[in-house]
């Protein structure tokens, strides 16, 4: 697999909303992976416009936290 680059999760921007990063694409479009793609190990962001791909270099264990995905909305339910 061919990657137009490899980009540092810190370069990246989490959208907490939609649960997902992405970066720049020279298309002008942006490469994307979802945060639980990530968790599962994928490492590809890919272009939704065209064909390029980027591999994320990240630690698993920097990855946000499951009630910083909830975004400041987000409401926890005591059973």
Avoid: W
Avoid at 52 to 58: A, C, D, P, Q
């Amino acid at each position: 697999m061919s990657f137009y680059d490899e980009i540092e999760i810190e370069d990246m921007t989490y959208d907490a909303a939609l649960g997902l990063y992405h970066y720049p694409c020279p298309c002008g479009d942006r490469f994307q992976i979802c945060l639980a793609d990530l968790r599962e190990g994928e490492e590809v962001a890919v272009c939704p416009s065209c064909s390029l791909m980027i591999r994320v270099v990240f630690e698993a264990e920097d990855l946000p936290e499951m009630e910083a995905e909830m975004g400041a909305g987000g409401v926890a339910v005591a059973a």
